[in-house]
């Protein structure tokens, strides 16, 4: 599990320079910025699935829960969404007794994303690490309260394997991420008021 978080990991960051391509390209709330951060999105959280681990037949864990938290607070509404619908989507297509848990697990971290979207506009503060981490592991808190919806009795055995990796691996994994974000979000805020300063001064 380790091993596969660590290239979810390496993956969402390729993501965070690609949506910041985006970003340059599309000012954040057009249409086509959502568009394209949705996909973004949720093709890289079909490669994380990608390099999932089986714990027993059926049930697996990857970084879907980390990447689509991420789309949800840093992409909004409409990106989360369409970057969850394909999660969903493919999940319901590999199948197995783990299908219902797994797709609960990308509503979950979904949703809290979103909230946390609209909650970082209000209140700045929140974008800080120690409420970074507090979120990332509130979202976690969820997914594995969502192993209780594993058949057949399965929950317990599977909690005992995964609990203390997604408890302590997974929010660093997503306080990494939400940083090196917020870093780049910053940089080219002081790239775009350096241009506006340089226009002025022409």
């Avoid at 949703?111 to 946390?116: K, S």
Wanted: net charge positive; with cysteine; glycine share 12%.
């Amino acid at each position: 599990m380790a091993f596969s978080l660590l290239q979810n990991i390496a993956l969402l960051v390729a993501l965070a320079t690609m949506q910041q391509f985006i970003v340059r390209r599309w000012r954040p709330g057009t249409l086509p910025h959502r568009l394209l951060s949705g996909l973004l999105f949720g093709g890289t959280t079909v490669l994380g699935m990608l390099t999932r681990v089986e714990v027993v037949p059926g049930v697996f864990y990857d970084g879907r829960s980390i990447i689509l938290a991420v789309a949800g607070m840093f992409g909004g509404p409409v990106a989360a969404t369409i970057a969850a619908a394909i999660a969903a989507a493919y999940r319901l297509y590999l199948g197995g007794a783990g299908t219902i848990a797994g797709v609960g697990v990308i509503v979950e971290a979904t949703v809290a994303g979103i909230a946390m979207y609209y909650l970082r506009r209000r209140h700045e503060e929140v974008t800080r690490s120690g409420w970074l981490y507090l979120f990332a592991v509130l979202v976690h808190v969820g997914m594995l309260l969502i192993q209780f919806s594993l058949p057949g009795g399965m929950a317990p055995g599977v909690l005992r394997q995964i609990a203390a990796p997604v408890l302590v691996m997974y929010p660093l994994g997503q306080l990494l991420v939400c940083r090196l974000i917020l870093d780049q979000e910053e940089r080219l805020t002081r790239e775009k008021e350096l241009e506006r300063l340089t226009a002025s001064l022409g």
